[in-house]
């Protein structure tokens, strides 16, 4: 089955940088990978996703790359803001009459401001 | 998303005690999902549903059971089989077979008297 690990596990960074999360994929045949953001006790909620068919995609401060021959994909979040501080799951689904998705262990983004 | 309803909130099981969490959806969706959610491990698949009176397995199914007898409910039961049923439960759905955004329940936080 599909295996995805995801790094760093908790991030931190100051107001106004970049912060950058990626994670790595076993199933070669994934090609759905979207990203939620999960406050504390809260739903996880999608905040971006791509398809194998495009290398990147971006909405406004945020952005996703995928290296689909290096089976990885990254998370791009530029001028952070305290906001953004959450938990970031990547994951992935091969979507072939099989929608499961298998997500990565989450990163822990703290925003200093 | 307002359109998936988790219940209870909080959930209490005493020893030996089979405790049911509900999940209802009015977004029409055909699939809907069973997560499970522990500190530091990310959500993993209980169970799934692509279609009403069918389900399959995911990854962590032992000592849970579901039901799909109607397209908007799908209820997880967390048996006495389940040893360590503590966790925050996550439901939620997708429009379709194809790769579609999953959209998540607020979350049921069971726990073991």
């Known amino acids: 089955g599909e295996n995805v690990e995801q790094h760093p596990s908790t991030l931190s960074v100051q107001e106004g940088d970049s912060a950058v999360i990626k994670c790595t994929y076993s199933?070669?045949?994934?090609?759905?990978f979207p990203w939620y953001k999960q406050e504390l006790g809260k739903r996880p909620q999608l905040i971006i996703d791509?398809?194998?068919?495009?290398g990147e995609k971006k909405d406004q401060r945020i952005a996703v790359t995928l290296n689909k021959t290096a089976k990885h994909f990254s998370l791009h979040i530029t001028e952070t803001q305290p906001e953004d501080s959450a938990v970031y799951f990547c994951?992935?689904?091969?979507?072939?009459?099989?929608?499961?998705?298998?997500f990565g262990t989450g990163t822990r983004l703290t925003i200093i401001p | 998303d307002g359109g998936i309803t988790q219940s209870p909130k909080y959930l209490f099981r005493k020893e030996g005690q089979n405790v049911t969490l509900s999940c209802e959806q009015n977004?029409?969706?055909?699939?809907m999902y069973w997560y499970r959610q522990d500190p530091g491990q990310g959500l993993r698949l209980i169970y799934y549903s692509q279609i009403v009176n069918d389900f399959q397995k995911g990854d962590i199914a032992e000592g849970y059971s579901v039901s799909r007898e109607k397209k908007e409910s799908f209820p997880l039961t967390v048996t006495s089989a389940q040893k360590n049923p503590t966790a925050f439960y996550l439901c939620a759905s997708t429009p379709d077979r194809g790769n579609q955004p999953q959209h998540f329940g607020d979350g049921t936080r069971l726990s073991i008297l």
């Open positions: 977004l029409n969706h055909d699939a």
């Open positions: 199933d070669s045949a994934s090609n759905y």
């Open positions: 791509i398809r194998s068919n495009v």
């Open positions: 994951a992935a689904s091969n979507g072939f009459g099989n929608e499961k998705l298998t």
